[in-house]
């Protein structure tokens, strides 16, 4: 058996990151809920333990409050607070990550002024897959993947072919978004994806909580 030294440093670094599995981004404002945290929760209570706050239709002000609203819910899972494209936002929100798109400050800038936030870069090509890697993000999304009216600006889906190519050509998390409907897991975890971002697949049930758990139960199930 031949030992590879970069593979275990690979899966060693993935390991750190299994709060990704199942990655859920918020759509609030589309649903058209008040009861958000009670929506968190329910996902919460379900295993997901990494959500995206991305409301773009809300100002900073808005933003803010929504991100101080579910914080303590959040931590009341051991779970994970991501802001879309605000590090500062997230910074004084107490967030733990932020996530950007492939035109936002960059992420090494926000490594240098934001050292303690995890951060994700969304991307659509191999190249800017690797532009996020080499600056420094800690993982990827990759969209879209399957057919889906939040990514349909992004072009034609790319398949399960081109993501697998994608995981192969960095060494970091790369998360399966766009289309990724509960029966669709098993395709791209075949393909190499650390885990899958979510939005309809979850937010449209209408049990929550247990279509989450059903998400998880391709990683293990609920570990906390």
Do not use: C
């Not at 945290?37 to 809300?58: C, D, I, M």
């Amino acid at each position: 058996m031949t030992f590879n030294f970069e593979d275990e440093m690979k899966t060693s670094q993935h390991n750190d990151l299994d709060f990704l599995h199942v990655y859920l981004i918020s759509d609030f404002s589309r649903h058209q809920t008040i009861r958000v945290k009670e929506q968190v929760e329910k996902a919460l209570q379900g295993g997901v333990r990494a959500l995206q706050l991305r409301e773009k239709n809300l100002d900073s002000k808005e933003l803010l409050a929504q991100a101080l609203e579910i914080k303590p819910i959040i931590k009341k899972y051991d779970a994970k607070l991501f802001i879309n494209d605000r590090a500062d936002i997230a910074k004084i929100a107490g967030a733990d990550g932020v996530h950007l798109t492939e035109t936002s400050v960059s992420a090494g800038e926000i490594k240098d002024n934001f050292r303690e936030l995890i951060v994700g870069v969304s991307t659509h090509t191999k190249e800017g897959a690797l532009i996020a890697e080499a600056e420094g993000a800690d993982f990827i999304t990759f969209s879209p993947i399957y057919e889906t009216s939040s990514k349909i600006h992004f072009g034609p889906p790319q398949g399960t072919q081109r993501l697998g190519e994608i995981v192969k050509s960095v060494h970091l998390p790369v998360l399966a978004l766009g289309g990724i409907k509960l029966n669709r897991v098993p395709e791209v975890l075949e393909q190499g994806a650390h885990g899958v971002a979510v939005i309809s697949g979850i937010w449209d049930s209408q049990d929550i909580k247990q279509q989450a758990f059903e998400y998880m139960h391709y990683f293990g199930g609920v570990t906390s």
